[in-house]
């Protein structure tokens, strides 16, 4: 059977098999129309219910479970509310579903639920490990390799180590420590002001080069590492 030529955008998504047999290029799920005048509704609850996909009037729009995440632009494209990505749903909505699991987003759409595996590690104790395999990780600042007991005892593990190198982190926040505190004042941005000569330096990375400039004014301490 030769195609008619079809203006509607619905028919971007089906293929006429046979009068009133169609076939979703999508799915391949074969449909039975019963009658012609059904086409575009049965068309669009198949799209909105199996696929995510909504066009009103041959005008597509974000569906409510995207809409969070989404600020929705002209030309059938949505900008993602975390890193600003432009992304397309004219063909589909499904990869801007997938683009969400880089944010570790759980989503509850109208045909599926999305749970996303968390791949970044947001404590800033991953910012000194390498996770070599399950229950297993390597210091990058001294490439130790370190086992740990149980899921649930990495933080502990990590905290401990880092120490020994001069870093301490509370609940993933950067504090001085106490053999430190009174000689430096704290300051925003992981920053500390030297109280002798006013000098300021950052301790995001270690706590060595503030002990270092301990010296230049003839402070001994007595640290948690040396």
């Given at each position: 059977m030769a195609p008619r030529r079809r203006h509607s955008k619905l028919w971007n998504y089906f293929e006429e098999l046979k009068p009133l047999l169609v076939k979703c290029t999508t799915c391949k799920k074969e449909i039975q129309i019963p009658h012609r005048s059904r086409l575009v509704s049965?068309?669009?609850?198949?799209?909105?219910?199996?696929?995510?996909?909504?066009?009103?009037?041959?005008?597509?729009?974000?569906?409510?479970?995207?809409?969070?995440?989404?600020?929705?632009l002209s030309g059938c494209k949505a900008k993602?509310?975390?890193?600003?990505?432009?992304?397309?749903?004219?063909?589909?909505?499904?990869?801007?579903?997938k683009h969400l699991r880089r944010h570790s987003t759980k989503i509850q759409s109208r045909d599926e639920t999305v749970i996303m595996t968390p791949t970044r590690k947001r404590s800033k104790f991953w910012n000194y490990f390498e996770k070599l395999k399950p229950l297993l990780v390597k210091c990058t600042t001294c490439k130790r390799e370190i086992k740990v007991s149980s899921p649930g005892n990495y933080t502990n593990v990590m905290r401990r180590h880092l120490s020994r190198h001069g870093i301490f982190l509370d609940n993933g926040t950067l504090s001085l420590p106490d053999d430190l505190k009174q000689y430096y004042s704290k300051l925003p941005e992981y920053k500390a002001k030297c109280n002798n000569c006013g000098k300021t330096l950052s301790f995001l990375t270690n706590f060595r080069n503030l002990r270092t400039h301990l010296r230049k004014h003839s402070t001994s301490i007595q640290s948690t590492d040396e």
């Open positions: 049965i068309f669009r609850a198949h799209l909105s219910i199996k696929h995510g996909i909504f066009i009103n009037n041959d005008t597509f729009t974000l569906p409510d479970d995207l809409r969070q995440y989404y600020s929705e993602c509310k975390n890193c600003d990505r432009t992304l397309s749903f004219l063909s589909s909505m499904e990869h801007l579903r």
